[in-house]
Antibody, heavy 122, light 106 residues
Framework: EVQMLESGGGLVQPGGSLRLSCAAS????????MTWVRQAPGKGLEWVSV????????YYADSVKGRFTITRDNSKKAVFLQMNSLRAEDTAVYYC???????????????WGQGTLVTVSS | SNELTQPPSVSVSPGQTARITCSGD??????GNWYQQKPGQAPVLVMY???KRPSGIPERFSGSSSGTIVTLTISGVQAEDEADYYC?????????FGGGTKLTVL
């Protein structure tokens, strides 16, 4: 069974940093890009970042570019999101998901983890 | 614009057909995908590449595409289909989600 398990969320002050982790299992990890998508409380889904299967290509939404960094450790089947200079508007549940196809930037995302909540507040 | 536009809400009675549309320029060149999200749960893929249904998704879910519009159709709606539905596509600068449609089963 393909599964993603996120961790690392919590309460952080504005301007602070946090590192999210996503442990994947049940598929050939290096063959698929991975993505982070977030959802602010009561709001819709917002794509955050994608990393290709090799880790050589990364993509970011304009709202996080320059502040967030996506990486992966293929030996540990894990993907990470380093979040710096956090703002109140970054408060959201952050979901990790597997790319649906084997493109460097996947066309769709499936399946998704259960998410981890990040709260940015003083 | 890379925006995807969905109606905020759709309401249907059990057994009727629900149609949820998603429109936007990215759909002229890229496929649309659909996700179902129930309260407190993670999104679940219910349609990909406009018309393809993942394994485990009931046959009452179908998809179509025309120009810059994709449509998710749920035939014979059941109470369990009440959820938020999001369309998604990709463009040159990344991925985009629609604002979401709340499907209410009356």
């Amino acid at each position: 069974e393909v599964q993603m398990l996120e961790s690392g969320g919590g309460l952080v002050q504005p301007g602070g940093s946090l590192r999210l982790s996503c442990a994947a299992s049940g598929f050939t990890f290096t063959s698929y890009a991975m993505t982070w998508v977030r959802q602010a409380p009561g709001k819709g889904l917002e794509w955050v970042s994608v990393i290709s299967g090799s880790g050589g290509n990364t993509y970011y939404a304009d709202s996080v570019k320059g502040r967030f960094t996506i990486t992966r450790d293929n030996s540990k089947k894990a993907v990470f999101l380093q979040m710096n200079s956090l703002r109140a508007e970054d408060t959201a549940v952050y979901y990790c998901a597997k790319g649906g196809d084997d493109y460097s930037f996947p066309n769709w995302f499936d399946p998704w983890g259960q998410g981890t909540l990040v709260t940015v507040s003083s | 614009s890379n925006e995807l536009t969905q109606p905020p809400s759709v309401s249907v009675s059990p057994g009727q057909t629900a149609r949820i549309t998603c429109s936007g320029d990215p759909l002229a060149k890229q496929h649309g995908n659909w996700y179902q999200q129930k309260p407190g749960q993670a999104p679940v893929l219910v349609m990909y590449k406009d018309t393809k249904r993942p394994s485990g998704i009931p046959e009452r879910f179908s998809g179509s595409s025309s120009g810059t519009i994709v449509t998710l159709t749920i035939s014979g709606v059941q109470a369990e289909d009440e959820a938020d539905y999001y369309c998604q596509s990709i463009h040159s600068r990344g991925a985009e989600f629609g604002g979401g449609t709340k499907l209410t089963v009356l």
